[in-house]
């Protein structure tokens, strides 16, 4: 028997029994639909995590300082010299100091600012672009000055576009605005335009120490990431004798892991979505099974008429197949009309730009699994369907 013979007996008998082949086809639907909305999903957060850790710069290294007591320490100077002697590796290097410091402006006080002290060349590592007036400078650090450079959503909430030469107080100081950053996220409140950099000198008398813990260096190339964490590394290790004494991490080995992370979550949900495509065959082996008794009679004449086993083993394998496929592909337009809807919900709701974006992949391969799942389940009704006795289905009432 021709395929396209084959397969018109088979939608036949499919939409004779629309609700019932339906039913069948749930359970594929439903877990074709769910492996591709949370691969989908798994890519809006590997794409959501990627990009904000790049905002940070994946050119950066980060280093902490834990230290081992008073007797042993680096200074920013030290620190400063690591640099200037690697100049095959960094660009640049920048103190960071962290302040825990309240900003206001009069009688309005923003929670969520965050106040940093910073080096002169934190600008050009972290490729902000100024849209007024001057980032933080190296006299600024040389003479702890009360000036400071400010994010753009600063501007806009307190100064209404207008914050040169401005002041902001910060723990019960006053500091000098001489530069704006242009806007860089979405400027809203917590954001990376809702910071103000000082100088680190100046950060750290605000917070009262003359140790700073933290810096950022910035390689000319990301390749050569390994060979310039193991420069840190070494110069550090001969200070303190400890690898407990310090921390250097790269963005992207963060994003790294932070990836792989993501991508475990993902393969575990999707194989536990994975269940209902299961569910789904055993529905299907158990509607064909249905099937072939109800259609015995028929079977029996089709091989009275000469119609050989494998014929109708064929018949009934490419119904099951075809229940199966068209089951897959309305999972596929399930799914992708979920991951639409989960994106906008996400927006509105948590107010993050994370789109749901199925992979080809996931899509070829959910349907590929579903379609061969119904062949698999329909085997064993198929094979019981071409293996009746002929006279034994004529006689079935």
């Known amino acids: 028997m021709k395929f396209s013979r084959t397969l018109r007996l088979a939608l036949k008998s499919i939409v004779t029994s629309k609700g019932r082949s339906f039913l069948t086809m749930l359970g594929i639907i439903i877990g074709v639909a769910a492996v591709i909305l949370i691969v989908g999903f798994g890519n809006g957060m590997e794409g959501y995590v990627t990009d904000s850790f790049k905002s940070m710069g994946t050119n950066l290294l980060n280093v902490n300082i834990t230290g081992r007591g008073s007797t042993r320490s680096v200074s920013v100077d030290d620190m400063y010299l690591i640099s200037d002697e690697n100049i095959d590796l960094f660009s640049a290097m920048s103190p960071m100091v962290t302040v825990d410091a309240t900003v206001k402006l009069g009688t309005t006080e923003l929670d969520?600012?965050?106040?940093?002290?910073?080096?002169?060349?934190?600008?050009?590592?972290?490729?902000?672009?100024?849209?007024?007036?001057?980032?933080?400078?190296?006299?600024?650090?040389?003479?702890?000055?009360?000036?400071?450079?400010?994010?753009?959503?600063?501007?806009?909430?307190?100064?209404?576009?207008?914050?040169?030469?401005?002041?902001?107080?910060?723990?019960?100081?006053?500091?000098?605005?001489?530069?704006?950053?242009?806007?860089?996220?979405?400027?809203?409140?917590?954001?990376?335009?809702?910071?103000?950099?000082?100088?680190?000198?100046?950060?750290?008398?605000?917070?009262?120490?003359?140790?700073?813990?933290?810096?950022?260096?910035?390689?000319?190339?990301?390749?050569?990431?390994?060979?310039?964490?193991?420069?840190?590394?070494?110069?550090?290790?001969?200070?303190?004798?400890?690898?407990?004494?310090?921390?250097?991490?790269?963005?992207?080995?963060?994003?790294?892991t932070m990836t792989s992370m993501i991508n475990i979550v993902v393969i575990v949900l999707s194989i536990i979505a994975s269940i209902s495509l299961l569910v789904g065959g055993v529905g299907i082996m158990n509607i064909m099974l249905v099937s072939v008794s109800e259609r015995t009679r028929e079977i029996g004449i089709r091989k009275?008429?000469?119609?050989?086993?494998?014929?109708?083993?064929?018949?009934?394998?490419?119904?099951?197949?075809?229940?199966?496929?068209?089951?897959?592909?309305?999972?596929?337009?399930?799914?992708?009309?979920?991951?639409?809807?989960?994106?906008?919900?996400?927006?509105?709701?948590?107010?993050?730009?994370?789109?749901?974006?199925?992979?080809?992949?996931?899509?070829?391969?959910?349907?590929?699994?579903?379609?061969?799942?119904?062949?698999?389940?329909?085997?064993?009704?198929?094979?019981?369907?071409?293996?009746?006795?002929?006279?034994?289905?004529l006689r079935y009432e």
């Open 112 to 256: 969520e600012t965050t106040v940093m002290g910073v080096g002169e060349d934190y600008i050009n590592m972290k490729m902000y672009e100024l849209s007024n007036g001057r980032f933080i400078a190296y006299a600024d650090n040389l003479s702890r000055s009360k000036v400071c450079t400010v994010g753009s959503y600063i501007e806009d909430e307190l100064f209404s576009g207008d914050a040169i030469g401005q002041t902001l107080k910060i723990n019960g100081n006053y500091f000098e605005i001489v530069g704006v950053l242009e806007e860089s996220a979405d400027n809203t409140e917590g954001s990376s335009d809702d910071y103000v950099y000082l100088p680190y000198t100046t950060a750290a008398k605000l917070l009262g120490t003359a140790d700073i813990s933290t810096y950022s260096y910035a390689m000319l190339n990301e390749e050569q990431s390994e060979e310039s964490i193991d420069v840190l590394e070494g110069v550090l290790y001969k200070v303190f004798s400890s690898e407990d004494a310090y921390r250097v991490n790269s963005i992207s080995e963060i994003i790294d």
């Open 304 to 393: 009275a008429l000469g119609a050989k086993r494998k014929d109708i083993l064929f018949q009934f394998v490419i119904e099951a197949g075809t229940i199966s496929a068209i089951g897959g592909f309305i999972g596929i337009l399930t799914g992708y009309a979920l991951s639409s809807v989960a994106t906008i919900v996400m927006s509105m709701m948590m107010s993050v730009d994370i789109k749901v974006s199925p992979s080809l992949w996931s899509v070829a391969l959910a349907f590929g699994v579903s379609a061969g799942i119904g062949i698999l389940f329909g085997f064993l009704p198929a094979r019981r369907a071409a293996y009746l006795n002929p006279i034994d289905a």
